[in-house]
Every structure is written in structure tokens, then in C-alpha cells.
């Protein structure tokens, strides 16, 4: 027994000095993290990045966008992350706070698009929505006949909306408010559709003016109001969050064809078999409809480099290449096998150009 | 009167009879329920999961041709490691199928083949440069549509637009099959492959690393620390004392925390504070030592309390310091249980996910951890990503990981079992 106890205390020592000795040890990996959109195609650019070169392969985190500007901007030292993923640009705020912590230069890259698709199962009835018609489904209130008035939503079957439209209860499924999907359809789809109403962008415009003239606190106020009309997804029951996967709303539309659901556009590529994307503004989701801008909810796609980590980790350079390299983001490259929308050749010439360059990113 | 009784006892004898009866099946529906949700859970997974160690081969005729690999016949290894073995895939695939146009065609017919391929050949040429400029008749992963395909996952009947292998593509899977170019076989791949994004490479040898590593870090840390607090406050601490009373009531309510907690204090104190890196076993280890500490530490001290008090009490008699007492008697005498409750605690920490979320584990590693700083997942984050991958072959991988992560369980719990069974001691 006596001799349990006294190896147990070596291990314990041992292993208290491992820890110190290993937290001075420098990275020989890149450290990725932000979105869950990103993330499916930066992991394979790692994978063929580790392969190609056969050094180490980056470690890619799935945090959001938000949470990996977060973790990105807290500072500039070797243990935070080099690269940031994100399913929108970095905004204004985050851009600031990585000044003010110290991570100067910024290197921009977009890579390409996402579509975000409105579908329901193959056994359920063809889908032709417009935004209006999503905005006034999902919208926790809607204008009323009166311009200024908001009514709570009293729509519960999507004839109530639109004859033209089936007979059948509201019921989407979608991501909850956490996910960069979420955000995004709120953004793209709902906006959109509040947006039609006049007097609701005229608050928006309103904003704009109030900002130029230098009166922050009436543009940031009439900026929340739009947002709060726009952006409010009703909670009765009608939307349904899902949790932040993708499959598992695949899976329940599968079991319910009247549900319509709320994901992204690879999930809707892969399982092309079990459901159907709906037509938004009169136009059918797929890879043209999305690459070319007409499919309104589509939003691009980006990463982040911390330009002052070149050098300092290795292999950063070499993974901003494999990234925007034709093999990759090309119209023929592996990325598009797994559903990334690419930019057009002339956009992709010019991002490819400036992220080699390693050019920084400046806001005002 | 003494008859009157009786009788009375005997009108009601019936009526507790079938109070037991009742009481004993619902006691048996109860387990009849329970049995029926674990089987249809288990047969559930292990349909979904069982595909996934069968794994299908494509044979392709490769003409290793040292032009289109663009090598001189002077080469370094360097250059080996870098000539163009994807052309030489593409090539000899277009050999097998001629014919073929159009970009479109011409990129499925790429997809045939697993993107391993071209690594595999790699390797396989670096092994053996003999081979080069010679024809190899070779046998590669094959794609996971085709995978997919093969174990039934794609019906042939459903419209071309609805189907993930389109008409053309289903006459050269048929091409190869008739060639027996196509086979299934038992997918090693999945046990000593690392993390993947294509399904077909993706395997689990990376995730039961961390987690092998992960437990060993824990167990390092918590069998001491939870044993000793346990002897301490069992057989050494002042009875009725307020600060004894606090820690204990802050154990049991430890116990009984939401385990995402542990890992945002792991965040806060071990990576804010200590700078301990992101992602590694080491940090997994520390916030699963928190998590398992409060099941350990009650297990033990539950251990050491069924030690009975003569045993104590004549070690003492005998001139036995206290220090003795426990160490020489009481301890062995406890240690099954301890060592029970250690495993469940590790068996607990070993399907944990949620703590780790907050310290960077859930993240893509495509290299096997080689010690507890270097960047790693753990078996259950591996299961949480793969569920939410959109490829369609990740669906029975995801099913086979839980299967494997079962086994381990189960393994683990039976071990205790057999420890208890074996070292028990009846007083």
C-alpha cells in the first residue's frame, strides 16, 4: 500500500511540472476558430493543407462568429487564435476592440457565398414564397393596415397570408438566436420582407440622416426600433428552434412535410432526395440562383488573419494560399463539392491577391 | 372476539394479495418500459452504426507514368513528395473509363475515388520508387456517394434530380462492379485513421487518443486529491465543526452542478488565469477533475463508512497511532469501493461533452494528440461533430463512434463490478 501512495505523489509532482514547463512551449500549429457556417469548409482546406505539406494541420474551433471575434480580439499574443471565421463581416465594434487590444493589422478575406435555404419535406406542397409573405409569417408583430401601427401576429395558417399559399398551420423550424444562421435570415429574409413596407424603411432612412448629422443617440434609438419590428421572430409556437444542427431539422421536416425549415444551403444540396427548397421572390434556390445574386437570402463568407502571428506561427501564409487557391475556391475546387457558392473570377482574382499580399484591413 | 379477528384478517387477506400483485407489476411494466427504450436506442444505433465498419474499395489501374508526374530521372525526395500524383489518378481513371466529356463528367468521374487517393499513392510510390513508370493495378477508398451507395443509401428508382450519384454516374459504379472493381471490406480505416471532413477517411483513432489521454490526466489528478479529502474528512477532521459542515455541504452541492459550469470555471481560472493552453487533454483533464472530484470524494467517504468501527476501535486498542489505523486497516479494507466510485466518476467524465465546449475541445484536429499539450478532441465531441456534418456517410459513422464510446463504457463499468465482486469484504 505504502508504495501506492508514495507514486501517487510522483505523478502528482510530475505532472504539475509538465504543466509549467509546457505553457512556455510555442505554437507549431495554426489556432482557428469562429463560425459554424466557415467551418465546414475551412476544416477541409486544413486537411489538404496538413496533407499537401505534411506539417501540422490547423486546429479549427466552432464558436460562432461572434464568439471567435471575441476569443480573436482579446489580445495579440501567441496563445490567442491567428484566424478568425465568420458568416458576416467583422463589424465596427469588434474591428475596435482588436485596435485597442493591440491586434493592429487585420487581413480581410471573403471566401465565398452561403445561401440560406427555406425548405420543407418532398411529400409536402410546393413552397413559393416572398419575403413580405416570411416577414409576415414569423414576425413576432406585423404592421397593421394603418402605416405606424404594429399588430401581434394573427396569422396562423399561411392561406391567412396568401390564398395561393397551402392550407396549412405556420410552423418553421429553424436555429436558435445564438446561431450566425439565425442572424442572417433575421438580416436577409425578414428585413427584406419588413423592408416593403415603407413606413418601417423610412425609419431606417431616418437613422441614416440622423447619423450624418451627428445626433448618435436618435440614430442608434431609431435603429433599435427597426430592428426590434424587423428582427423579432413571434414565440408562440410557430418558430421553432431547433438547436444549432442542421441534420436533425433535415430529420424533422423528413417526419412532419407540413414543417418548413430554416438551414443552410449545403445541408439542402446533400439531402436533395428527402427535402425541397422553397422559391423566394420568385426564384429557385440552387448554386446559379445563389452565385449570381439573384437568390435574395445569401449572404458572403469570411476569415481573418492576424497579420502580426505571420511568421511567428508557421505555416500561416501557406494556409491563406491553399484558401484562395483555384483548387480550393475555384468553380471547379473541393470547396464547392462541399456547397461554398464561389465569387466571381474577377472577385476572386482581386482577394487573392490582396490576402497574399497580406494588405490589412482599414475601417473607419 | 379471537375468532372475530381472524376473520376480519382473512376477508382482507385477498385484497393484500393483490395489492402485492399489482405492486409487482407495476415494479415489472416499470423495467418491461425502460428495457424497451434502451433496446430500440441500441438497435437504432447499431442499424445507423453497423454499415459504417464495412467500407467499400475501388481498384483502379494506375500507369505511374514518371512524364505526368513530372519527374526528371534525377529526383530528390523532396520532389517525390510533390510530383503531381493527382494527375496520375485522373489519368488512369480516364484510361478505365473512355470517353468521357464534358467538365462536369470529367469532374465526377474524379469523384469516383476518395481524395486520399492521390496521398495514398504518394506514399505508396515513396515506399516503393521502384514502381514508378510501371502499371499498378491498386485498390483505393473508394468516394462516399459510391460508399453510400453500395450499402444500399441511394435508391436507384427516385428521379436523377433527386439523387446524389446522377444516371451517368450509376453506369460506371455498375461498369466496376461488374469488373469486381468494387468491394466492401472491413473498415480498419475507422480505428486507425484520425479525424476527417470526407466521410469515407474519417476515422476515430485521433478522438480515443484525447480521450485516453484526457482520462489519464483526470484520473492523475482526482484518485489522489478525492481519496485524500475523503480520509481526511472522514476519519481525521473534528466532528460537529461549522467549517467541516460548510465543506461538506458544498461537496454534495457540487455534485449536483451542471457539468457546463466546471467548464466555464476551467476557462476563467485555468486558461484565464494559468495560461494553460485551449484545446489540449491537459485542460480537458483539469475540468473533468473538478466535474468527477464531488463523486469521487462521496463515494469514498461512503467506502470508508462501511468500514466498521471494531475494526478501527481494535487497531487503536492494540497501540496503533490514528495515522496507522486508517492507513493500515482502514483504507485497504475500503478500497473496492473507493476504487468503484473512482470508475464510475471516470466512466462519467469519459461521456462528457458540455465542459469541454468552453475550453476549445469541440474543434476539427486532423492529427493524433502525441501527449497532453498537443491539440486534441475527445470521443464524444467527435460523435457531436460528426452529427452535425452535412455529408450524408457521416450518419453511420456518427451511430458507429457511440457504439465504440458504449463499449467503452460498458467496459469500464463492468470492471468495477468485478473489482467490487472481488475485493468485497463481508463484516
Given amino acids: 500500500m505504502k508504495n501506492i501512495y508514495k507514486s501517487t505523489a510522483v505523478i502528482i509532482a510530475s505532472s504539475a511540472i509538465m504543466s509549467i514547463s509546457n505553457s512556455v512551449v510555442a505554437r507549431d500549429y495554426i489556432d482557428v476558430v469562429g463560425s459554424s457556417t466557415v467551418y465546414p469548409f475551412a476544416t477541409v482546406v486544413a486537411e489538404t493543407f496538413g496533407k499537401k505539406t505534411g506539417g501540422k494541420t490547423p486546429k479549427i474551433e466552432s464558436t460562432g462568429s461572434g464568439g471567435g471575434m471575441k476569443l480573436f480580439c482579446a489580445g495579440n499574443g501567441i496563445s490567442t487564435p491567428d484566424i478568425t471565421n465568420a458568416s458576416r463581416r467583422i463589424k465596427l465594434s469588434e474591428y475596435n476592440k482588436c485596435q485597442k487590444n493591440g491586434v493592429k493589422d487585420i487581413i480581410e478575406v471573403m471566401i465565398g457565398f452561403d445561401g440560406i435555404a427555406i425548405a420543407n419535406s418532398k411529400q409536402g406542397p410546393a413552397f413559393n414564397l416572398t419575403r413580405r409573405e416570411l416577414f409576415l409569417a414569423l414576425a413576432k408583430q406585423v404592421p397593421n393596415d394603418q402605416a405606424g401601427e404594429l399588430i401581434d401576429n394573427p396569422y396562423t395558417k399561411w392561406s391567412d397570408i396568401n390564398p395561393a399559399l397551402p392550407n396549412t398551420k405556420i410552423e418553421v423550424l429553424g436555429p436558435p438566436p445564438t446561431s450566425g444562421t439565425r442572424d442572417a435570415f433575421a438580416e436577409l429574409a425578414l428585413q427584406g420582407g419588413c423592408f416593403t413596407y415603407d413606413w418601417i424603411k423610412q425609419i431606417k432612412k431616418d437613422s441614416k440622416t440622423a447619423k450624418k448629422s451627428g445626433d448618435k443617440s436618435l440614430a442608434s434609438q431609431l435603429k433599435k426600433k427597426y430592428k426590434t419590428i424587423c428582427h423579432s421572430i413571434r414565440e408562440d409556437g410557430s418558430y421553432?428552434?431547433?438547436?444549432?444542427?442542421?441534420?436533425?431539422?433535415?430529420?424533422?421536416?423528413?417526419?412532419?412535410?407540413?414543417?418548413?425549415?430554416?438551414f443552410g444551403f449545403s445541408f439542402l444540396d446533400q439531402n436533395s432526395d428527402v427535402v425541397k427548397g422553397a422559391v423566394i421572390d420568385g426564384v429557385k434556390i440552387d448554386f446559379e440562383a445563389i452565385a449570381d445574386g439573384s437568390y435574395p437570402i445569401s449572404r458572403p463568407l469570411y476569415f481573418y488573419v492576424k497579420k502580426s502571428h505571420v511568421g511567428k506561427v508557421p505555416g500561416i501564409k501557406e494556409f491563406i494560399a491553399e484558401f484562395t487557391s483555384e483548387d480550393a475556391w475555384g468553380e471547379d475546387g473541393y470547396l464547392t463539392d462541399k456547397g461554398l457558392i464561389p465569387l466571381s473570377d474577377d472577385a476572386r482574382q482581386k482577394m487573392s491577391d490582396s490576402a497574399n499580399g497580406l494588405a490589412p484591413l482599414k475601417m473607419q | 372476539m379471537n375468532k372475530n379477528t381472524t376473520e376480519i384478517i382473512k376477508l382482507k387477506l385477498a385484497k393484500r394479495y393483490a395489492k402485492e400483485k399489482r405492486f409487482k407489476l407495476y415494479g415489472i411494466s416499470a423495467i418491461a418500459v425502460s428495457i424497451a427504450f434502451?433496446?430500440?436506442?441500441?438497435?437504432?444505433?447499431?442499424?445507423?452504426?453497423?454499415?459504417?465498419?464495412?467500407?467499400?474499395?475501388?481498384?483502379?489501374?494506375?500507369?505511374?507514368?514518371?512524364?505526368?508526374?513530372?519527374?526528371?530521372?534525377?529526383?530528390?525526395e523532396q520532389e517525390l513528395f510533390r510530383a503531381n500524383y493527382s494527375k496520375v489518378v485522373k489519368q488512369s481513371l480516364k484510361a478505365m473509363f473512355p470517353g468521357v466529356k464534358g467538365r462536369k463528367q470529367k469532374r465526377a468521374l474524379r469523384q469516383l475515388v476518395s481524395k486520399s487517393a492521390?496521398?495514398?499513392?504518394?506514399?505508396?510510390?515513396?515506399?516503393?520508387?521502384?514502381?514508378?513508370?510501371?502499371?499498378?493495378?491498386?485498390?483505393?477508398?473508394?468516394r462516399d456517394d459510391v460508399d453510400v451507395f453500395m450499402k444500399g443509401g441511394i435508391d436507384r428508382s427516385l428521379?436523377?434530380?433527386?439523387?446524389?450519384?446522377k444516371d451517368f454516374q450509376l453506369v460506371w459504379v455498375d461498369k466496376l462492379l461488374s469488373e469486381n472493381r468494387l468491394e466492401k471490406r472491413f473498415n480498419v480505416s475507422f480505428f486507425t485513421e484520425d479525424d476527417?471532413?470526407?466521410?469515407?477517411?474519417?476515422?476515430?483513432?485521433?478522438?480515443?487518443?484525447?480521450?485516453?489521454?484526457t482520462m489519464l490526466v483526470t484520473m492523475l489528478l482526482s484518485f489522489p486529491i478525492g481519496v485524500s479529502t475523503a480520509i481526511y474528512l472522514e476519519e481525521f477532521a473534528p466532528k460537529n465543526n461549522k467549517w467541516v459542515d460548510l465543506i461538506e455541504i458544498n461537496i454534495n452541492n457540487l455534485a449536483a452542478v451542471p457539468s457546463i459550469v466546471f467548464g466555464l470555471l476551467g476557462l476563467a481560472v485555468f486558461i484565464g488565469l494559468f495560461g494553460v493552453p485551449r484545446s489540449v487533454p491537459l485542460i480537458g483533464g483539469l475540468v473533468l477533475t473538478l466535474m468527477t472530484l464531488p463523486t469521487i470524494i462521496i463515494t469514498s467517504r461512503a467506502a470508508l463508512k462501511a468500514v466498521p468501527p471494531s475494526i478501527r476501535e481494535a487497531a487503536l486498542a492494540l497501540g496503533a497511532s490514528r495515522v496507522q489505523t486508517t492507513f493500515h486497516h482502514v483504507v485497504p479494507a475500503a478500497m473496492p469501493g473507493i476504487l468503484t466510485g473512482t470508475i464510475i466518476g471516470m466512466a462519467q467524465a469519459l461521456g462528457e461533452t458540455a465542459p469541454l465546449l468552453m475550453i476549445g475541445m469541440v474543434a476539427f484536429i486532423a492529427d493524433v494528440p502525441q501527449g497532453i499539450t498537443d491539440p486534441s478532441t475527445v470521443l464524444p465531441v467527435q460523435i457531436y461533430l460528426w452529427s452535425d456534418s452535412p455529408e450524408r456517410a457521416f450518419t453511420e459513422r456518427t451511430s458507429a463512434a457511440i457504439m465504440v464510446l458504449l463499449g467503452f463504457l460498458i467496459v469500464m463499468n463492468f470492471l468495477a463490478v468485478i473489482m467490487r465482486k472481488k475485493f468485497e469484504k463481508k463484516w
Avoid: C, H
Fill in chain 2, 159 to 165: 428521379p436523377e434530380s433527386d439523387r446524389r450519384l
Fill in chain 2, 38 to 76: 434502451l433496446l430500440s436506442l441500441l438497435i437504432n444505433i447499431s442499424v445507423t452504426g453497423l454499415p459504417a465498419f464495412q467500407q467499400t474499395y475501388i481498384n483502379i489501374e494506375v500507369d505511374i507514368d514518371s512524364k505526368l508526374l513530372k519527374l526528371d530521372s534525377q529526383y530528390s
Fill in chain 2, 118 to 142: 492521390i496521398y495514398q499513392l504518394r506514399d505508396f510510390v515513396i515506399d516503393n520508387p521502384s514502381v514508378i513508370d510501371t502499371k499498378q493495378s491498386l485498390w483505393f477508398l473508394a
Fill in chain 1, 240 to 262: 421553432v428552434e431547433v438547436g444549432e444542427n442542421d441534420n436533425l431539422i433535415v430529420e424533422k421536416l423528413r417526419a412532419n412535410p407540413k414543417a418548413l425549415g430554416v
Fill in chain 2, 196 to 213: 476527417s471532413r470526407e466521410p469515407e477517411q474519417a476515422g476515430i483513432k485521433g478522438a480515443m487518443i484525447g480521450s485516453l489521454l
